[in-house]
């Protein structure tokens, strides 16, 4: 099957504008979470269909979530390949966890326009060349403690509502 063709059934993606009309104040928590950090953690898939694990700064730009790269780098060739990604918020120094664990997950679309990527470059300056690629989300994610005692777990799905779990 090709990249462009897989699909999660039911379901259509949402670009970040869209996650954050839905859900504002959850939007503002994971920016904030990805904010305090410069990098987080990117997994893809292999080839052979095994994980990869590579860090990854990321930027919010014009309502997208944008992941860039170095031209070639095995995180590029694996979404070239297969777009289906996570992305995981740095926790941060120690065992705090401040603002709640945060993560992202969704397809990733390179962009080969290249007047939205100049504008792009214009505005992060990444070192040249880069790969881009926009997100589609397909779920956003943020545990935290609530009390001491309360596990709370928020999941956004497009074009659901934003489920709560509390586990104590």
């Keep these: 099957m090709t990249p462009s ?6 379901r259509t993606p949402s670009n970040w504008a869209a996650f954050t ?7 503002r928590l994971v920016e904030d979470r990805f904010g305090a950090f410069t990098h987080h953690v990117l997994a893809t898939l292999r ?14 730009l014009d309502g997208e ?13 694996d979404l070239r390949r297969d777009p289906r990604f996570a992305l995981q918020a740095n926790p941060g120094p120690g065992t705090g966890m401040g603002g709640g664990d945060v993560r992202v997950s969704g ?6 326009d290249g007047t939205r990527k100049e504008a792009y470059a214009e505005e992060v300056k990444p070192p040249q060349p880069f790969h881009l690629f926009r997100t589609e989300l397909t779920e956003v994610v943020r545990t935290c403690v609530e009390d001491d005692a309360c596990l ?3 999941v956004w799905k497009p074009g659901e509502p934003v489920r709560t779990l509390r586990r104590t």
């Excluded at 063709?5 to 039911?10: A, C, E, K, N």
Aim: proline share 8%.
């Design 152 to 154: 709370v777990v928020r």
């Design 47 to 60: 080839k052979d269909g095994s994980p990869r694990t590579s860090g990854l700064e990321v930027r919010f």
């Design 107 to 112: 397809r990733a679309v390179e962009v080969e």
């Design 21 to 27: 009309a839905a859900e504002p104040g959850l939007a």
């Design 5 to 10: 063709l897989i699909r999660t059934p039911g």
């Design 65 to 77: 979530l944008w992941l860039g790269m170095m031209p070639h780098s095995l995180k590029a060739l």
